[in-house]
């Protein structure tokens, strides 16, 4: 099973504070998320990215910019974190987006608070 | 966009009794999973089923993909199995994973 590693598990900021969120999947996936999940509305994407240097929007990507370093990291970076952003959010990686092997894996996920 | 319709919204059991979950989806889906969630929990992936039937333990996934549909059949309920339940499909040629809003399942001794 795919090992997806984030952190830091907890995180308080206050607004307008710069955040960075890690994530690392030992797998050799292709393909990396970041998601954000909040009541009421689920499990939304942000960016994802098909291998290092990559970057693809989502469907919420206003005020976060991620980048992916290597084909384990990926990173979701807030500059200007305000508190709509306070939420729990999951990596995931797969090894493709379709077919077989589209099955995405997730991480334990990190809780940010916005101040 | 993509949409995905979980129902119940929520269930509670008790152990021992069966569960049905269902997932409708807005399109084609070249991509289905289905996950669970402890409250405050990680997203852990119980099968991944984009067409026809699939078995892992006690649970048992049917995806029918011209109907735009999938179940997902907990036999035998026990305690531990109280958590959220999330659909997830991709639509051809989006390449992204919808989530549904879930299905808060209890069950009781």
């Known amino acids: 099973e795919a090992a997806v590693t984030q952190s830091p598990r907890n995180k308080v900021t206050v607004t307008g504070g710069n955040v960075t969120l890690s994530c690392r999947q030992t797998?050799?996936?292709?393909?990396m998320y970041w998601y954000r999940q909040d009541t009421g509305h689920g499990l939304r994407l942000i960016h994802y990215?098909?291998?290092?240097?990559?970057?693809q929007i989502g469907d919420v990507p206003d005020g976060y910019k991620a980048t992916r370093t290597t084909q384990e990291d990926f990173f979701l970076l807030l500059e200007l974190a305000s508190p709509s952003q306070t939420s729990l959010y999951f990596c995931?990686?797969?090894?493709?987006?379709?077919?077989?092997?589209?099955?995405?894996?997730f991480g334990p996920g990190t809780r940010l608070t916005v101040l | 966009g993509q949409q995905v319709q979980q129902s119940p919204a929520s269930l509670v059991l008790q152990e021992g009794e069966n569960a049905e979950l269902q997932c409708n989806f807005s399109?084609?889906?070249?991509?289905l999973q289905w996950f669970y969630q402890r409250p405050g929990g990680s997203l852990v992936s119980l099968l991944y089923?984009?067409?026809g039937t699939k078995h892992t333990g006690r649970l048992t996934s049917t995806t029918v993909t011209k109907e735009r549909r999938s179940s997902l059949h907990i036999s035998s309920s026990q305690i531990t199995d109280s958590g959220t339940y999330f659909c997830?499909?991709?639509?051809?040629?989006?390449?992204?994973?919808?989530f549904g809003h879930g299905t808060i399942l209890r069950v009781h001794p």
């Open positions: 797998n050799s996936h292709n393909y």
């Open positions: 995931a990686s797969s090894d493709a987006l379709g077919g077989h092997y589209a099955e995405q894996f």
């Open positions: 399109s084609t889906a070249t991509q």
């Open positions: 990215s098909y291998g290092a240097g990559n970057l």
């Open positions: 089923n984009p067409s």
């Open positions: 997830a499909f991709t639509g051809a040629n989006t390449g992204k994973l919808t």
